[in-house]
């Protein structure tokens, strides 16, 4: 899954970063209010971190905007504002989660499963299709004979957002736009290198082609 990080105190910025980079998310970051609303309309996160007490524009107002035009991302604030009118207002402006600070990496992380969770329509435990079970934690698949297997960064990613998309044809570009972060270089053919290292892994059937216009978990003969 790929975050946005909204945030202008860069040293915890560029700590969160590496964190949720850990995790298993692509993250791009705004220093400010402007670019990240920008980027926040622009690009296809699956989730957004955000500051409300930001440079050039207040996050509340960009929660605002974005909800204003019908921009569904979820979002999780996550601010030194934490007193309970000031997370009322969050929430009457649209946050899907509030986290205070100082606040525990872990807990961000598992309140951003929980609202990408609640986005995907998937229920609460662990990621499942038929025949794997996606460890989020230690970024493992086991599979239906009980084998564990260890997946490299994108290889996870890129597995969780097929399990998160089960039945669904999903291009290489929209795939690409889902594993990495805004800065990496976005060559869709190397989602074909990745797909087949997942198939070598869990069977040849589990991601199918559809030439020309690309690929759907699920969806076993």
């Known amino acids: 899954m790929r975050l946005l990080l909204v945030e202008d105190d860069a040293?915890?910025?560029?700590?969160?970063?590496s964190d949720l980079e850990r995790a298993g998310?692509?993250?791009d970051v705004a220093a400010n209010g402007i670019d990240g609303e920008a980027?926040?309309?622009?690009e296809p996160y699956d989730a957004i971190v955000l500051d409300l007490g930001l440079p050039g524009r207040p996050g509340l107002e960009v929660l605002s905007h974005w909800r204003q035009r019908g921009n569904a991302v979820p979002v999780v604030i996550l601010t030194a504002r934490d007193a309970w009118h000031e997370k009322v207002d969050g929430f009457r402006a649209g946050a899907d989660d509030?986290?205070?600070?100082?606040?525990?990496?872990?807990?961000?992380?598992?309140?951003?499963?929980a609202v990408?969770?609640?986005?995907?329509?998937?229920t609460v435990g662990p990621l499942q299709a038929p025949g794997l079970t996606l460890d989020e934690q230690r970024q493992t698949v086991t599979d239906a004979a009980g084998n564990?297997?260890?997946?490299?960064?994108?290889?996870?990613r890129l597995l969780r957002y097929f399990m998160l998309h089960p039945g669904q044809l999903l291009s290489k570009s929209r795939l690409t736009?889902?594993?990495?972060?805004?800065?990496?270089?976005?060559?869709?053919?190397?989602?074909?290198?990745?797909?087949n290292r997942l198939r070598q892994k869990l069977g040849k059937d589990i991601i199918t082609t559809h030439r020309g216009q690309g690929y759907m978990f699920g969806e076993r003969h």
């Open 25 to 27: 998310f692509a993250v």
């Open 177 to 195: 736009e889902h594993v990495y972060d805004y800065d990496s270089d976005k060559d869709s053919n190397v989602i074909e290198v990745y797909v």
């Open 98 to 113: 509030y986290l205070g600070k100082p606040f525990h990496t872990e807990e961000l992380v598992a309140r951003l499963l």
């Open 148 to 156: 564990e297997h260890t997946l490299t960064g994108t290889e996870f």
């Open 11 to 17: 040293a915890l910025s560029a700590q969160l970063r």
């Open 116 to 122: 990408t969770r609640r986005a995907s329509t998937r």
């Open 39 to 42: 980027l926040g309309d622009t």
